[in-house]
């Protein structure tokens, strides 16, 4: 069964860091991009970085300098590393990874909810 999942979320407070996961079964993430994205309540998800399948990076500019994405291929992890948390990057994190042969099949995992507050 493929799944993706993500964990890693919590409470902490402004100027803290946390570290959230995104996991995948049935494939694996060294062949295709994973995206991640947030979403505050009320609000539509915005997309806030990529890894691709050779480790490249991107971010908006809402959390350049403060998240980094990395990738354990051999673990099939991909990680967010979280710093210098505002409470504005309140919201639910979730990871889209792409598989298939042209990479245009895209699994979302269920969140992890990350509360930036004092």
């Known amino acids: 069964q493929v799944q993706v999942a993500e964990s890693g979320g919590g409470l902490v407070q402004p100027g803290g860091s946390l570290k959230l996961s995104c996991t995948a079964s049935?494939?694996?993430?060294?062949?295709?991009?994973v995206e991640w994205y947030r979403q505050a309540t009320g609000k539509q998800p915005d997309w806030i970085s990529v890894?691709?399948?050779?480790?490249?990076?991107g971010y908006h500019d809402s959390v350049k300098g403060r998240f980094t994405a990395s990738k354990d291929s051999a673990d099939n992890i991909v990680y967010l590393q979280m710093s210098s948390l505002k409470p504005e990057d309140t919201a639910v994190y979730s990871c889209?990874?792409?598989?298939?042969?042209?990479?245009?099949?895209?699994?979302w995992g269920p969140g992890t909810e990350v509360v930036v507050s004092s």
């Open positions: 049935g494939f694996a993430f060294n062949k295709c991009r």
């Open positions: 889209r990874a792409y598989t298939g042969f042209s990479c245009d099949v895209e699994y």
């Open positions: 890894i691709t399948n050779d480790g490249r990076t």
